[in-house]
């Protein structure tokens, strides 16, 4: 087996261990959000006034939201310090899914709670997706014209997989209005039979 196929295995090993710690933070993010979103009775004013009322827990969140972007603006594509940032990034995730554990509480079983969490999952999923897109990059070798593909070596995939954390009551709320349609459809299909 050769150096490049090692370190790609690595690299791919590390990305998924990364990823699975981020969506253990993701799930246990959207469970809280979920029940105070079904709190509200899926009202999204009631829930945008909950988050004001206990902005504090959303605030870790959005800081690392901002700096990552702030990162991303300010650097070319090509970005190769993740030796730096790699451990910071899911210690923040664990203790992001720390503050935002879920409440004792059950979710009610709903089919509207159902199909959030379906559309939440593949929102996420497209997330993950685009991540594993920008994972890709090229370089010319040092010893002549020779390209060198990197796969898993710069930090903007792991970012993007953060953003999936970060935005989870962002994402809440997307995948419910992405579901109106549907919940507009059975409504009429009930008064017109």
């Not at 605030?59 to 901002?66: D, G, M, N, T, V």
């Not at 720390?98 to 559309?119: D, G, S, Y």
Request: charged fraction near 20%.
């Amino acid at each position: 087996m050769s150096i490049e196929t090692q370190n790609f295995i690595v690299d791919v090993a590390i990305f998924c261990i990364y990823a699975l710690i981020t969506f253990l933070g993701i799930v246990s993010y959207l469970k809280r959000e979920l029940y105070i979103f079904q709190d509200g009775n899926y009202s999204i004013s009631e829930y945008v006034r909950n988050i004001g009322k206990n902005f504090r827990r959303y605030i870790f969140p959005s800081a690392l939201f901002i700096g990552q972007i702030v990162m991303l603006a300010t650097n070319d594509k090509k970005i190769y310090y993740i030796d730096n940032l790699f451990l910071l990034f899911p210690i923040c995730n664990i203790i992001i899914a720390l503050i935002n554990r879920p409440f004792r509480k059950r979710l009610e079983n709903t089919v509207r709670t159902r199909k959030i969490m379906i559309t939440f999952f593949i929102l996420t999923a497209v997330i993950f997706r685009i991540s594993v897109f920008w994972s890709y990059d090229e370089t010319l070798c040092k010893c002549g014209l020779d390209i060198v593909p990197h796969w898993f070596e710069n930090d903007i995939s792991y970012m993007i997989i953060n953003f999936a954390l970060y935005l989870t009551p962002l994402l809440v709320v997307l995948a419910d209005v992405l579901n109106k349609p549907f919940y507009s459809i059975k409504k009429y299909k009930e008064i017109s039979t």
